[in-house]
């Protein structure tokens, strides 16, 4: 890591935070679901007074761009966006299913990955990664949002992580899935190892320019209640 950074995302049923700072790494993770909005800033406040760090002191903050929950991914996004307008700081968004594919290559020793996460309505969200050369991981395609249905049949097993293996488990065994029940949601801690990427080459924007990623077309999704 060469930059000290400050990684957040609440888009899914897990608030998820990290920070880098001075050579030391400091995480929290919790499944709370409907609960990122009031957990965030005072977790965030309290992994910066461990750290003894000010905000002021980053590089930038690294936020979950999604795909996910919409209301999670918007608190995300917002959170950054107000924390970095506060000290002028940088953003990097990154992907949560990059995330889980990452955490995947790293704990699991595996060169090539498919990312899974429950997009409810009988969809999910899929990416598919593959280990590169230079030790990062490179997106195979485009992130999607499709039916459990369309998951691609693989002629040798290939590692799965996500919540959308769990909620469609009868398409592991046909599709060739190899299911990782220990990478569900997604972790801010390898989001570090994204964004500092990210700020290494400086693919960083303005606390305006932050965009979530929500893959579905969000028309579509306001039309059940609920599921805004």
């Known amino acids: 890591m060469k ?21 030391q790494t400091y995480r929290y993770f ?6 990122h ?14 750290a003894n760090c000010q905000l002021k002191d980053l590089d930038g903050i690294v936020f979950g761009r999604g795909p996910g929950s919409f209301t999670g991914v918007r608190i995300s996004v917002a959170i950054a966006q107000g924390l970095a307008y506060s000290c002028d700081l940088p953003l990097v968004g990154v992907s949560t299913l990059e995330a889980m594919a990452l955490q995947a290559v790293r704990e699991l020793k595996v060169e090539q990955v498919i990312s899974g996460i429950d997009a409810r309505m009988g969809e999910i969200y899929l990416a598919q990664y593959e280990l590169a050369s230079d030790g990062c ?12 249905e369309d998951v691609k049949h693989y002629d040798t097993a ?10 469609y488990p009868e398409i592991a065994g046909p599709c060739n899935l190899v299911v990782s029940n220990d990478i569900r949601l997604p972790d801010a801690f390898y989001m570090l190892e994204l964004g500092d990427i990210a700020f290494s080459h400086g693919l960083t924007v303005k606390a305006a320019d932050a965009q979530p990623h929500y893959v579905r077309d969000t028309v579509t999704w306001k039309k059940l209640p609920g599921r805004e």
């Not at 919790?30 to 609960?35: H, I, L, T, V, Y």
């Not at 909005?37 to 461990?50: A, F, V």
């Open 37 to 50: 909005s009031q957990k965030i800033l005072p977790q965030i406040e309290q992994m910066l007074d461990k």
């Open 30 to 35: 919790e499944e709370c679901p409907q609960q």
């Open 3 to 23: 930059h000290n950074l400050l990684a957040i995302d609440a888009s899914t049923e897990a608030l998820s935070l990290a920070l880098y700072f001075n050579g």
């Open 158 to 167: 290939i590692n799965a992580v996500g919540t959308a293996w769990q909620a």
């Open 137 to 148: 991981i490179n997106l195979l395609g485009d992130e999607v949002v499709c039916s459990p």
